[in-house]
């Protein structure tokens, strides 16, 4: 069977070396030497200045809203995970969508101005599919007026664009390490930010809110990392490169097989270097992409439909249509794509698509 993404797993022993340290303390959670050191070796690699990672990728995005204090609406995107939506609503926000670009597949834009109205407290965008968004323009409206931006950057690992890491944009960034992501904890995830002076908050706010052992710095949560899932993060460390190497080449098959086809491709923005997390392909219509689908379930190949449905679908949202969210969502899907992936397959997938089209 090959699905859209297999999860890396390290060398068992190469687990179990990092595993035998914790075992060696006794320590297996409350931010103990892995959980540290993880959050070192990101800094570095990553280059950013402030992470605290986090028990998966959907608490950062809570806390997030919750530390800057927004309260009323927030603009956000319909083509995303439910995650980005459902933090919004669960922080007590009404979200309000703006529609995508039909390319980029990011919130577009150019429509989020006459979305801001008195109650407009922040923008929260998906760099979908490691896409950025148009940053430069959401960062020139929300200094115009005086909005918080957030980017849910969940797929995001090690994504560059004008030559720093993506995470370093919007006052904060969020990434989601779960098992099916490029570098994953298992569960996990992290919130990433420039400003030294929020570290303390958010800090706490992961921490039930303790400051130190018997005092309180106001209303927090549980979303500590464990020491198990940071062992997880450093074991993968050194195969990184040739999980992004092997990658690339999929993505690099993929481009030149299909190019010749009738269907349409994820618009990468300029100045990006990009992660290749996902290979989204976009159908005429939802017929054809249905078509193709059950002739790759037919041979033992699931790709995924992501992200289907369009969110303003969701039974809590009331009455917000986006008709170009709607149309691509019910038309893109996502190509297997992991690092051991062979050209055999590869070859097979292809096929059954361009004869299906
Ligand atoms: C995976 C994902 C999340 C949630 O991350 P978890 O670690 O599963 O909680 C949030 N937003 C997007 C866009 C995602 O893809």
């Known amino acids: 069977m090959i699905n859209v993404t297999k999860t890396f797993l390290p060398p068992q022993d190469e687990y179990q070396a990092i595993l035998k340290r914790a075992w060696g303390t006794g320590w297996v ?6 959980v540290q050191e993880l959050e070192q070796k990101l800094k570095d690699y990553l280059g950013v200045a402030n992470i605290l990672a986090m028990t998966n990728g959907t608490l950062p995005l809570q806390i997030a809203i919750k530390a800057l204090g927004l309260k009323g609406e927030i603009i956000t995107t319909p083509f995303s995970y439910v995650a980005t939506t459902s933090s919004i609503v669960w922080e007590g926000c009404t979200p309000v969508f703006v529609d995508i670009h039909p390319g980029y597949l990011t919130i577009d ?3 989020i101005e006459a979305a801001i109205t008195s109650k407009t407290s922040a923008i929260l965008a998906t760099h979908v599919f490691g896409n950025p968004c148009a940053i430069e323009v959401i960062e020139n409206i929300a200094k115009k007026h005086h909005l918080k931006v957030i980017y849910d950057a ?5 994504v560059q664009y004008k030559g720093q890491s993506i995470f370093n944009y919007g ?8 098992a099916t992501k490029l570098f994953h904890t ?11 002076t929020l570290y303390n908050d958010l800090y706490y706010r992961h921490n039930f809110g303790h400051k130190g052992n018997e005092d309180f710095f106001g209303l927090g949560i549980n979303a500590k990392m464990s020491e198990l899932q940071a062992a997880m993060g450093l074991a993968l460390f050194p195969h990184l490169d040739s999980i992004l190497e092997a990658r690339r080449f999929i993505v690099d098959f993929y481009n030149t097989q299909l190019q010749d086809t009738n269907l349409k491709f994820l618009k990468l923005r300029g100045h990006t270097n990009w992660n290749y997390s996902y290979y989204p392909i976009i159908f005429n219509n939802e017929t054809q992409l249905l078509k193709v689908v059950k002739a790759l379930n037919a041979a033992d190949i699931f790709p995924r439909r992501y992200f289907y449905p369009s969110l303003d679908n969701l039974p809590y949202i009331k009455n917000q249509h986006c008709e170009i969210s709607n149309r691509i969502g019910s038309s893109i899907l996502c190509l297997p794509l992991y690092h051991d992936l062979i050209e055999k397959q590869q070859i097979r997938i292809v096929e059954l698509i361009k004869v299906h089209l």
């Open 171 to 178: 006052d904060m960034s969020t990434c989601s390490f779960h």
């Open 109 to 111: 834009e150019t429509k």
């Open 154 to 158: 969940a797929h995001c690992f090690g």
């Open 29 to 34: 959670t409350n931010r103990g030497v892995l």
């Open 186 to 196: 298992g569960e996990g995830g992290a919130i990433v930010f420039k400003d030294d």
